[in-house]
Structure formats: structure tokens, C-alpha cells
């Protein structure tokens, strides 16, 4: 690297001392000027021209500071329009909507019109006609009625990774990380950008309109970021993208405006995996490269002040020609983005979780005098808010996942509760995606589940769009609706904090982004704020034990191995007070709805549960059968409309076999993959079959917040990352440990195989396999497959491969005379061949109900609402095909009421409640061929349905106990 001509002492102390020295002389030229000006005209000529002044333009933009040009919001933009508009969009006239405008600090509505033209919002509420008139003459007027719907600004995603790390993701599109160095401040993001990523269109369709595009966490410095309008333009290209390039992207070096830069840090686990480094490493490398940009910026400075000298009003005054400036202006083209973070001209986003992390980013943030625009991930932060606010230049905005965390020990004691902490702290709170890690489709459920966990609801909405929108520097045109502002509208079918809020019309720039949107029908009590359960007492343990609080209940009803034999002291059961419905699982394993206030006419109701079982309910008029007997013993529990409710069981992830997924020693481990490795002859070589059961871990913090999230067992298969990963287990996710009384469901549920073209052997390879096994392998596993005893279940995405797979099995039978079971598990495509799979009698286990077309194999999905009528899961159900859904991720599993409620709310009113309550009980089990359980689950406030409900308690027959949270 060149040598820099550098200052040899700090700026300000050689200035000051130039100063002084040159005071006298000061003095004495002002004493002659006069003298001299009388001469000037004969004497002299004054020269405009020297080397110095090619400087001058340089000297000026590097310290003009970064934001909109002056006067960006003013109503001029009005009348000019967008510099992004495209000429021939026809104005828009939004009527009758309830807007959610962004302003006074996300409070206020406004009911009434809004008017688009050129690309920018030209009114908000009652359009005067004028104006109306004016935007007919750039084309015809497009009316939307929206009857009272709500309207938001597009969303924007201040963390994302769309365009890099691409839909389906390929190695010839993979640009997230360059794997160079530590530290690569010269990077550009958008150089990598894929301008025909398939998550484009399914965002929009999620309501997001502008994306911050950063590169990954897998260096400390990734390199620079930048802002995107996520619609397709008429030019296809990257640069016609961006929201507001930097003047340093299209190369302009000597502008007088300088539009925000962006640059992606990372600290903590994710870059040391690439370069075997520590935290000390990290740190140093910061203040290394720091240092580095400190003796630039100061030399430029230092150089600037003497080009400002060469030209002083002394030697104007004098009519002196422009003194020559020795050098060339100091700079080096890889460091200069870090000279402006410096300059305070860069918004920094910096992956950051955990505590000891934050503290290394504030210091050095102290230590060279830079701001920190926002801290993403930031799994700790709610625990810190006092190390923020020592942030240089303020605390950051807080971009944080709602309920994805403990997948690295970093993200350990990340909080549902987190969002409200920080807000409580005064600290600007956004919910980001992090796409593709979570789709940024649904982004707004990252802000409806905060909403749910106690982040105020101006909170919420503010943190999908004028909080990003700030902290991104772009908050003067996106993210609020106001007069001026980019045309970025989100129309919604219900209140966007209502679980399942979809779009049915996004507007960006002005211009509408669905063709023809497919709108399901929503209930009108969706149409309000959905009121939320309290979670004070919560929040405060979250702090309290540092992110690790307690998770077990209290456990009011504890009894002994035979029914009625009830432990010393507890109580023998509870009396529920105030239920609005019941549901639970009859002998035959299928949803009954005990009664249901939402769909009939049945007031509220009294349960009595005892040794784990409903053995009465009453409401008026049925009041004397439940008065029998004694009530004494009974705890007394107020549902206050709540509900009871089969427990659910997920599926899908390890959960049980892992606590902390990337730290090998909290996890069961992998399996030995029979067809890739070849398994050891000590566990009985290829014919061994392994059983998750011998690995189970109970009481992990994924498991026990399912628990008290109304999920009561998992089926968990072993940890494979090949073809062959073992037999599954049922379990109770509320025992204590694999000898509790009732604590394994089913030790053998089913056998587990896997087929993909990632695997580093054939498809057909793996079919061959597959095959020899099914017709020839020797062992008692495959023997119960074969006799239909244990279901065959195989992760697979593709189309094609199912129906390789539906051959097989017909083959099978037709050889063997007897039906196998078997069932598809991921099965992003199976909506393809629904009726094939349906007369197959195969199930079908989707473990993303809202489907992401990640890889080539899964990239044929049907995404639903908006887009298209059907999801997978309708079209499969049509089909009359078994389908159930499950997880990918054991974070998820807390979540599957809300994955039950949201397949409920798609479908448009095609599945009742009881069917949906199926998906994750009668359905699951069928498919996996596990027994079906007796947990019931009570609700306060609520149903499993309702974003207003919260779990009370589990009551478990099997391990005789009622458990109150
Ligand atoms: C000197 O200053 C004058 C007026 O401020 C300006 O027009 C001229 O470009 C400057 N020239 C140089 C060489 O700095
Ligand atoms: C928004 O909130 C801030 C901080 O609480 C407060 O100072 C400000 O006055 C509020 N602004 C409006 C318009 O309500
Ligand atoms: C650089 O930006 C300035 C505005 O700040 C503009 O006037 C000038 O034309 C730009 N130059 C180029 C080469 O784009
Ligand atoms: C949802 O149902 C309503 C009423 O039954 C119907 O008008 C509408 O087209 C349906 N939407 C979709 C996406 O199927």
C-alpha cells in the first residue's frame, strides 16, 4: 500500500499554533493594505488560475455534510414529482381508507384519500379537487375504494439480504461474504446484487416496498450497503435500484451534496468462524483499519486548510496571485468510505449481540468519534440499554428478530421482550428480516408478534417503517405517508398487527405491484388494533435472570401413578371459570369441539378438570351436573373467556436434541449418514438404524417456551445431513427428563430418510438406495416399514422427486402385495401433484406453511394470498391429501398456534377451526404414525386463535400434573 503523505502532529494543534504566529504579521499587512491597493490595478494582475484550485472542489465536498439536498420535503416535490417517477404511470386515487400515517410518533389516523402522481404522495386526506384536476392530465385517474381499510407506508427492511443471498439460492449467485479479510470497508454490496431474485416479487407481496441491502456478517467489516426499491424497473438494471446512490457510487468526487453511504460491521461469533479469530482480534482489526482512515481524514484536513490558506482574504486582499499547494490531495481509494464513516457521512449497521461485543463498538465509536445509526441482531441489548446510550453521537436504533434466537450462544438470552424493554429505554426499536434467514415477506410479523409480547402498537408499526427509514437516513421520503413523500403505500385486508395481515395492493413510486391481487376475506374484528395479553411479569424476570428466566409453572395438581391418587398437599384439580370454547381429542384422535361461544350461542362456561381430565362443564342451564361433588379441592382459575384446547405438537425441527444448535456440545449430535460416510460395523454398519430417543435432552429453553406456548409434545427425528437419519421419538415437552412417568410418548415413531440434489451423491443414487433397503434390508426397522407398521417419511422438496418416490411405493406394493406408509415432510412442491399424492394415500408434513422458493428443488411454490388463491396446504386438503404442518427451527415451535391461526385465516374460511386445530394434533399424528395425546391446553383471554389469548396452564393426564404459568 502507498505511503500517504501524512501530517506528522494532530490537525488542531498545528493550526492553532499558525495562528498565533502569524497574528503579528496580520497586523502589520492590514496596516499597509491600503497602501498597496492604490498600486494594485498597475502593479499587479490577479491570477484565478494555480494548481490549488483544482483542489478547491475536493476540499469543499469532503466537508459537506451527508443528508437530502436542502429543501427535499418541500411542496415543491409536489409539483415536481420523483426523481425515481416513470412517466406514462397513471395518478392513483386511494378513497375511503383508515391511515396509519406514521406521524406524531406513529399515533396518527387519518381517515379519508390519498393522491398519487409522479411518483410521490400529493395528498393525504381530503384531496382539494385542484389537485385532482392537475393529476388527470398526466393520465387517467385510478380509484381504489377501500371501504374503511387500512393503509400503511411501504415497509421498509433495514436488514436484509435480498439480491444476495438469492431465491433459488445457486453457487453462481451466492454473494453475501467475500472470504478475503476481516476487513473490506471497500466493498459494495449492490455489486453482487441479483436483479432476478425471486423474493422480489413475493416482498412486495409481503408489503415491502425499500430494502437495505447489506453484505454478510462473515467479516468484520463486510463492506458498503445500500438502499432498494424492491420493484422491477423498465431498465432491469442494479443502479436503477438504489434509493438515492451516494455520489461515490456513480463516481462523483467533487459534488456539493452527498446523499447517505451505508456499511455493514459485524462483531461477535459470525466472523471469527471465517478467520479463527477472537474477540480481541476483532477488535483490533477495528481500530487498525480505523486508525488507518484517522490518518487520511487528517492529512486531508490538514491538506484542505492549506489550499483555504493559499487563497486567504489577506493575499485576495492584496491582490496576490493564489499561493501553489505542494502535494496532491491525500487519499486511497480503499479506505475513503471509512474517512467518511469518520466524517460522519456513513450509517453504520453493525451485527452485534451479545454485551462484551456492544461494549467493543461503543468504545471505539468513542474512541475515533463516529455515530452508530443502528445495532442489528442484538441479542443482549435490551439488557444493556445505559452501554447505548454512551454510543458517540447517541444510543443506536435496535433491529431486532421477534422470537428467532438461541441458535448460537450469542443469541442465547435474546427476548421476545426485548422490543419493549429498549422502547421503554427511550431507544428507537426496529424489527428487521434478515432475509432470507427469515422471509422478508413477512417482515410485519416480526412487528405483529412485538406487538404481541407488549411493544406498543405505535411502536410496532413505527418499526417497520419510519424507524428503519430514519435510522437508513432516508426517513425525508420513505416510510411515513405525508405529502412529498415517495409514493410507497401498503393497502391492507385487516389491521397490520392482525396475525396474517396480507397486501392487496402495494404501491411503489406510484406504481401498483399487483396485477391482480387475490383477496381472502378477513373477519371484521380483524379490522382493529387486536389487543394483547399482559406480559409485565415476564419482561421484568427476562431482566431479572439476565435473558435466562425460569420457564417452569407452578404446579397446582401433581398426582400419583393411579388416578385419585393425588400427592400430599396439591390440590386434585382446577376448576376453570369464564371458557368460552373447549375443544379436545377424541378416542379417535380427531378434534371435537366441546362447545364454541364464537360459533354458536353458548354463554360461557365453567370446566372442572381432575387427575388431568374434563370431567364436567356447564354453563346455566346444565349447572347441576358439574355442582356434584365436592369443589374444595379444586384451584379456582378465572379463563376470563379464554378457552381449553387440545396441546399441540410440533414437528420438524431437532428439538430435544439440540439446546444450542451451533454449539455441538449442547446438541445430540449428527448421525452417521450410511450412504456418503458408510456407517461403522460396531453400530451394525449399513442395516444401523439410529433412534432419537437415545439422545433426548429435556427442559431446553426452545422446548420449555413451546410448552408454555400451548405446544405439548414434539416428534423429533435424529439430527441427519445425509440420506438416512434414524427412527423418531414422540415425547412430552413438559417432562423433566426421559424417566418422568409419561415423558416418552412412543420411543419409535418413524424412519427418517432424506433426498436431495445438495447431497454430494446422486438423486438417483439416493433412489437406489432407498430402494435396495425398502426391498432387501434385512433389519427389523425396515422389516416394520415393510409391514406398514412404522410410516417411511422422506424430507423432500421436489416435484419430481415425489413422484420418483410414488413410483417406488406403488412398485413396492405391487411386488410385495401389502401398503406401505408413507409421508413427504418439507414438500414445498406437493401442491404440484396434490391428487397423485392424495389416491397414493401418502401425507404430507409442510414445514413452511408460508412457503420460500430457497432452492431450485423447492422453487416451484404456490404462495397464497396475494398472488395466487390456493396456498400448498389448500390445494393439498382440496386434494383430500393428509396434510399437516410442522417447523424448521426449534425456536419456531412456540409459535404453532400462530402457524395454525395464520393457515386458518389464508384459507379464506375454507377450513373450520377444528380442522385447523387438526394440522398440528389428528393430522401430525396420522402422518408420523404416532398415538394420539390427551394434553390439554388452557387459554386466557382467548382462543388459540386470538392474538389476545395467552396459555394459562397445560394439563397433562399422561404426567398427572396442572401446570399454571
Ligand atoms: C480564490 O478565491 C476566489 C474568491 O473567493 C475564488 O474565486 C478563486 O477560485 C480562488 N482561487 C484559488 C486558486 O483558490
Ligand atoms: C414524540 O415523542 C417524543 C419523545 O417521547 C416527544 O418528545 C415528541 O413531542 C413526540 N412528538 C409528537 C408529535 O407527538
Ligand atoms: C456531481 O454532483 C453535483 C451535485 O452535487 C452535480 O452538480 C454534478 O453535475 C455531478 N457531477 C457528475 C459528473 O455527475
Ligand atoms: C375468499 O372468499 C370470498 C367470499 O367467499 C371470495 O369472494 C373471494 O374471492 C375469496 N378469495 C380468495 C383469494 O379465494
Known amino acids: 500500500m502507498k505511503q500517504l503523505p501524512l501530517p506528522s502532529e494532530p490537525l488542531h494543534s498545528r493550526r492553532v499554533r499558525r495562528r498565533s504566529r502569524f497574528l503579528p504579521a496580520t497586523v502589520f499587512l492590514l496596516l499597509i493594505t491600503f497602501a498597496l491597493l492604490s498600486l494594485r490595478n498597475s502593479t499587479f494582475t490577479v491570477s484565478s488560475t494555480s494548481t490549488s484550485a483544482r483542489f478547491l472542489d475536493r476540499c469543499k465536498a469532503i466537508s459537506t455534510p451527508a443528508g437530502p439536498p436542502v429543501g427535499f420535503q418541500s411542496s415543491s416535490r409536489v409539483d415536481r414529482g420523483s426523481d425515481r417517477q416513470v412517466p406514462g404511470t397513471p395518478p392513483t386515487l386511494i378513497r375511503n381508507a383508515k391511515i396509519w400515517t406514521g406521524a406524531h410518533n406513529g399515533t396518527e389516523v387519518v381517515d379519508g384519500d390519498i393522491l398519487l402522481d409522479k411518483g410521490v404522495i400529493v395528498s393525504v386526506g381530503k384531496v382539494p379537487g385542484h389537485l385532482l384536476e392537475e393529476a388527470k392530465k398526466h393520465g387517467r385517474l385510478e380509484i381504489l375504494d377501500l371501504e374503511g381499510k387500512w393503509v400503511t407506508p411501504g415497509l421498509v427492511d433495514l436488514h436484509s439480504h435480498i439480491g444476495l443471498s438469492s431465491a433459488p439460492i445457486l453457487r453462481g449467485s451466492s454473494e453475501t461474504n467475500s472470504h478475503k479479510a476481516p476487513i473490506l470497508p471497500w466493498l459494495r454490496s449492490v455489486d453482487g446484487l441479483n436483479t432476478h431474485d425471486a423474493a422480489y416479487e413475493l416482498s412486495i407481496s409481503g408489503g415491502v416496498t425499500?430494502?437495505?441491502?447489506?453484505?454478510?456478517?462473515g467479516n468484520n467489516i463486510g463492506g458498503q450497503a445500500f438502499l432498494i426499491k424492491l420493484r422491477p424497473t423498465a431498465e432491469r438494471s442494479v443502479i436503477s435500484r438504489i434509493l438515492e446512490p451516494p455520489q461515490t457510487l456513480v463516481g462523483n468526487r467533487t459534488?456539493?451534496?452527498?446523499n447517505w453511504r451505508h456499511m455493514k460491521y459485524a462483531c461477535g461469533e459470525n466472523p471469527d468462524r471465517g478467520y479463527g479469530q477472537t474477540r480481541m482480534d476483532a477488535a483490533w482489526n477495528f481500530r487498525q483499519a480505523y486508525d488507518e482512515a484517522r490518518k487520511i481524514r487528517d492529512a486531508q484536513d490538514a491538506f484542505c486548510a492549506r489550499v483555504q490558506e493559499s487563497n486567504s482574504s489577506w493575499r485576495k486582499l492584496l491582490g496576490l496571485r493564489a499561493k501553489e499547494v505542494e502535494g496532491e490531495f491525500p487519499e486511497n481509494l480503499q479506505w475513503e468510505s471509512l474517512v467518511d464513516v469518520l466524517r460522519g457521512r456513513v450509517k453504520l449497521s453493525i451485527h452485534c449481540y451479545e454485551a462484551v461485543d456492544l461494549d467493543i463498538i461503543v468504545r471505539l465509536s468513542n474512541e475515533f468519534k463516529f455515530p452508530v445509526a443502528s445495532f442489528h441482531h442484538a441479542g443482549e441489548t435490551y439488557l444493556v440499554p445505559e452501554l447505548l446510550k454512551k454510543t458517540w453521537g447517541g444510543a443506536p436504533t435496535i433491529a431486532l428478530f421477534a422470537s428467532n434466537a438461541r441458535k448460537k450462544r450469542e443469541a442465547y438470552r435474546g427476548s421476545e421482550f426485548a422490543p419493549r424493554v429498549l422502547a421503554a429505554s427511550g431507544i428507537p426499536v426496529v424489527m428487521k428480516s434478515d432475509h432470507p434467514v427469515l422471509n422478508s415477506r413477512y417482515l410485519l410479523y416480526e412487528a405483529q408478534q412485538a406487538h404481541y409480547y407488549g411493544l406498543d402498537f405505535a411502536l410496532a408499526l413505527l418499526s417497520v417503517t419510519v424507524t428503519p427509514a430514519k435510522a437508513a437516513g432516508v426517513g425525508h421520503r420513505v416510510g411515513s405517508i405525508a405529502e412529498g413523500f415517495d409514493a410507497d403505500i401498503a393497502v391492507w385486508d385487516s389491521h397490520p398487527l392482525t396475525l396474517g395481515a396480507t397486501p392487496t395492493q402495494v404501491y411503489i413510486d406510484g406504481i401498483a405491484q399487483l396485477s391482480n391481487p387475490l383477496i381472502s376475506t378477513k373477519p371484521s374484528q380483524l379490522q382493529t388494533v387486536p389487543e394483547t395479553p399482559n406480559w409485565d411479569r415476564e419482561a421484568q424476570k427476562a431482566i431479572e435472570y439476565e435473558g435466562l428466566p425460569p420457564l417452569?409453572?407452578?404446579?397446582?395438581?401433581?398426582?400419583?401413578?393411579r388416578p385419585g391418587e393425588g400427592v400430599l398437599g396439591s390440590k386434585a384439580g382446577v376448576k376453570f371459570l369464564n371458557v368460552k370454547s373447549a375443544w379436545l381429542l377424541d378416542y379417535g384422535g380427531n378434534v371435537q369441539t366441546l362447545f364454541d361461544a364464537d360459533e354458536g350461542h353458548v354463554t360461557r362456561k365453567t370446566v372442572i378438570v381432575r387427575d388431568g381430565r374434563i370431567v364436567c362443564f356447564s354453563g346455566k342451564s346444565d349447572l347441576v351436573q358439574c355442582a356434584e361433588g365436592k369443589q374444595e379441592d379444586l384451584e379456582v382459575i378465572d379463563l376470563q373467556g379464554g378457552s381449553i384446547a387440545p396441546g399441540l405438537t410440533t414437528f420438524g425441527s431437532p428439538i430435544g436434541l439440540v439446546e444450542i444448535r451451533l454449539e455441538p456440545s449442547t446438541t445430540d449430535g449428527v448421525v452417521f449418514d450410511p450412504l456418503i460416510g458408510g456407517a461403522p460395523t460396531i453400530i451394525g454398519g449399513d442395516d444401523a438404524v439410529i433412534r432419537a430417543v437415545d439422545g433426548l435432552q429435556f427442559e431446553g429453553r426452545n422446548a420449555l417456551l413451546a410448552y408454555r406456548g400451548g405446544v405439548t409434545r414434539a416428534i423429533t427425528a435424529p439430527l441427519g445431513n445425509g440420506f438416512l437419519s434414524g427412527l423418531s421419538t414422540t415425547f412430552d415437552i413438559g417432562a423433566t427428563s426421559a424417566v418422568d412417568q409419561g415423558a416418552i410418548v412412543q420411543a419409535e415413531t418413524a424412519l427418517h430418510v432424506a433426498l436431495s440434489p445438495r447431497m454430494s451423491v446422486s438423486v438417483s443414487t439416493q433412489v437406489a438406495a432407498l430402494r435396495r433397503l425398502l426391498f432387501d434390508s434385512t433389519s427389523d426397522t425396515w422389516n416394520r416399514v415393510r409391514e406398514g407398521d412404522v410410516p417411511l417419511v422422506?424430507?423432500?422438496d421436489s416435484a419430481d422427486i415425489m413422484a420418483t418416490l410414488l413410483k417406488l411405493k406403488?412398485?413396492?406394493?405391487?411386488?410385495n402385495g401389502r401398503a406401505i406408509r408413507m409421508t413427504f415432510v418439507g414438500a414445498t412442491e406437493a401442491h404440484l401433484l396434490a391428487h397423485q399424492i392424495g389416491s397414493a394415500n401418502v401425507s404430507v408434513v409442510v414445514t413452511s406453511p408460508r412457503p420460500y422458493p430457497g432452492y431450485w428443488e423447492s422453487q416451484r411454490i404456490m404462495p397464497g394470498p396475494p398472488l395466487t388463491r390456493h396456498t400448498g396446504i389448500t390445494a393439498l386438503l382440496t386434494a383430500n391429501v393428509n396434510v399437516a404442518i410442522g417447523v424448521m427451527d426449534e425456536y419456531n415451535a412456540r409459535n404453532a398456534r400462530f402457524d395454525v391461526a395464520w393457515v386458518a385465516l389464508e384459507a379464506?374460511?375454507?377450513?373450520?377451526?377444528?380442522?385447523?386445530?387438526?394440522?398440528?394434533?389428528?393430522?401430525?399424528?396420522?402422518?408420523?404414525?404416532s398415538n394420539h395425546g390427551t394434553d390439554l391446553v388452557a387459554y386466557r383471554g382467548g382462543t388459540l386463535f386470538d392474538l389476545h389469548a395467552k396459555v394459562a396452564g397445560v394439563i397433562s393426564f399422561s404426567r398427572r400434573t396442572i401446570e399454571i404459568f
Not at 810 to 815: D, G, W
Not at 908 to 929: D, E, F
Open 210 to 217: 425499500t430494502a437495505q441491502v447489506l453484505p454478510g456478517s
Open 255 to 258: 459534488t456539493d451534496h452527498h
Open 552 to 561: 417452569r409453572g407452578r404446579k397446582v395438581y401433581l398426582g400419583g401413578r
Open 810 to 815: 406403488s412398485e413396492f406394493e405391487a411386488s
Open 908 to 929: 379464506n374460511g375454507t377450513i373450520s377451526r377444528t380442522q385447523a386445530i387438526g394440522l398440528a394434533t389428528t393430522r401430525l399424528h396420522r402422518a408420523l404414525g
Open 794 to 796: 422422506v424430507n423432500v
